[in-house]
């Protein structure tokens, strides 16, 4: 079916968003890769727009080797977490079990990128959070 667009607003560009992610499901299983449509940046004129696009390749068992995981493996011990806790199961309040799947140097706040077990969701943390998560007890310095 060939929809004729007049005018690129939110709303239409989320069935557009839903038609990439359809279009883009063959280069996926081509290549075996990780593509997922990103941002898009419209002008509010509603006659273009520009979307992100992010491919990353697959490590063993189908882990996405994203930019955020390359960095925490990278950066983690510099920023007193465990290497090891890379997609470790954890417990947190309320029974949630969450995962480390990455880090962001560019974040201030909450660089630590953890995954909900249950649906997905991936939640930004705070250093010190992920450490106590983990049973990790801080020193006092004296």
Not at 12 to 40: K, P
Not at 58 to 87: C, F, H, Q, S, T
Not at 107 to 119: H, I, Q, S
Request: hydrophobic letters at 35%.
């Amino acid at each position: 079916m060939n929809t004729k667009i007049k005018r690129l607003d939110p709303k239409t560009l989320e069935h557009v968003r839903f038609a990439l992610n359809e279009a883009l499901a063959s280069v996926r299983t081509q290549f075996d890769l990780s593509v997922t449509v990103g941002r898009c940046v419209y002008d509010p004129s509603g006659n273009s727009c520009t979307w992100k696009l992010e491919f990353a390749t697959k490590g063993e068992g189908g882990v996405v080797n994203d930019k955020e995981r390359e960095e925490y493996k990278r950066i983690a011990e510099l920023v007193r977490l465990k290497p090891e806790w890379l997609d470790q199961p954890v417990t947190v309040r309320g029974g949630l079990q969450y995962k480390v799947v990455g880090y962001a140097l560019t974040r201030r706040r909450n660089p630590v990128l953890m995954e909900r077990l249950d649906n997905g969701k991936r939640y930004w943390f705070d250093v010190d959070v992920v450490r106590q998560t983990y049973g990790v007890k801080d020193e006092v310095r004296s």
